[in-house]
């Protein structure tokens, strides 16, 4: 197996979908320790910064959306309906128009980081 191929199996592991209103379905990509130290180095949370923790925990909800489908101009607030293709630098402005979504979807990030810390907890027990 060529690193490609390696690279898009991991990534294909941690990716799930999640439907957050009729037809409109994100792709999330579960993310990595790596990541979450990041997106707190980028918000500030170790200098203490005030809202840092709320910068963080939008970079990483940010950071795990990785497609949707069903997304229109309406849902980020326009008087149309285009459909409107995956941009991840659209993706904040999406979450700030539909903050119902992005807290389903926080959710679902946080449910599949449990699950995967509870999986590695099992398997180095074993």
Same mark, same amino acid.
């Given at each position: 197996m060529d690193l490609n191929d390696l690279k898009h199996k991991v990534q294909a592991a941690r990716r799930f979908t999640v439907e957050v209103g009729a037809g409109r379905v994100f792709t999330?990509?579960?993310?990595?320790?790596?990541?979450?130290? #990041? &997106?707190? &180095?980028?918000s500030g949370m170790s200098a203490g910064v005030p809202g840092s923790r709320l910068q963080w925990e939008r970079l990483v909800?940010?950071? &795990?959306?990785? +497609? !949707?489908?069903?997304i229109t101009a309406a849902d980020f607030g326009a008087n149309e309906t285009d459909a409107v293709a995956f941009?991840?630098?659209?993706?904040? #402005?999406?979450?700030? $128009?539909?903050?119902?979504w992005a807290d389903q979807l926080s959710e679902a990030v !946080?449910?599949?980081? $449990?699950?995967?810390?509870? $999986?590695? +907890?099992?398997? $180095?027990k074993n």
């Open positions: 999330l990509q579960r993310p990595s320790r790596f990541d979450l130290q #990041m &997106a707190g &180095a980028k909800l940010s950071g &795990a959306v990785v +497609g !949707w489908q069903g941009n991840p630098e659209a993706v904040s #402005m999406l979450l700030d $128009a539909q903050p119902e !946080w449910t599949q980081l $449990a699950k995967a810390e509870d $999986a590695e +907890g099992t398997a $180095a």
